[in-house]
């Protein structure tokens, strides 16, 4: 964590994290029982790497690879020109395995907040193609929804205060594995 932040409390250690994944991919599985035409996408950024935890442990449930890509979503918000300016303006799509078209796109995110960043991904998505459905996975629901978006599965969910956010770390991008609720400075 960059940023002015207070450690409030950890909410999961690398261990409990991998367990959430693992309960997400049961339900993934038991909600998608069919292995074919599954493309798995991860949120930038740290839905990323939890994107491909998730297609792994699919891959070794449905005994078939499942596709793994990842998609930035930035430009498509709605609150994009009033965010703070981004150094790169290029749009990163880093991994696109296979069309979206006809598939069942499993999202991966870390946090759901306001529902803004899952509705800009499913606007990007659409503008790839037509999915058959598209699934929402995040890792932790912190609530304070500004949209009508909700996860078809989630690993944990806790209730925050308008001062406190959920911090995902995740290797190689951060130091460690774990997840904080933290409490941010006013400024």
Do not use: W
């Amino acid at each position: 964590m960059k940023d002015t932040c207070k450690r409030i409390r950890q909410l999961l250690d690398a261990q409990s994290m991998e367990t959430a994944l693992d309960r997400m991919a049961s339900s993934v599985s038991e909600m998608i029982p069919a292995k074919d035409n599954v493309l798995v996408l991860g949120m930038a950024s740290r839905g990323i790497p939890l994107a491909k935890k998730l297609a792994k442990r699919l891959s070794e449930r449905y005994k078939v690879e499942i596709p793994c890509g990842s998609l930035d979503a930035t430009f498509y918000r709605d609150d994009f020109h009033y965010r703070k300016p981004l150094a790169v303006t290029e749009m990163r799509i880093t991994e696109m395995p296979s069309s979206v078209e006809g598939k069942t796109v499993i999202l991966v995110d870390d946090v759901l907040y306001t529902g803004r960043s899952a509705r800009a991904a499913i606007q990007a998505i659409l503008d790839m193609g037509r999915p058959a459905s598209i699934r929402f996975c995040v890792l932790v629901d912190r609530g304070h929804r500004e949209l009508p978006i909700a996860a078809d599965v989630i690993g944990v969910s806790v209730k925050t205060l308008a001062n406190e956010e959920v911090r995902v770390c995740v290797e190689p991008l951060d130091s460690e594995t774990a997840v904080y609720l933290v409490q941010v400075e006013n400024v």
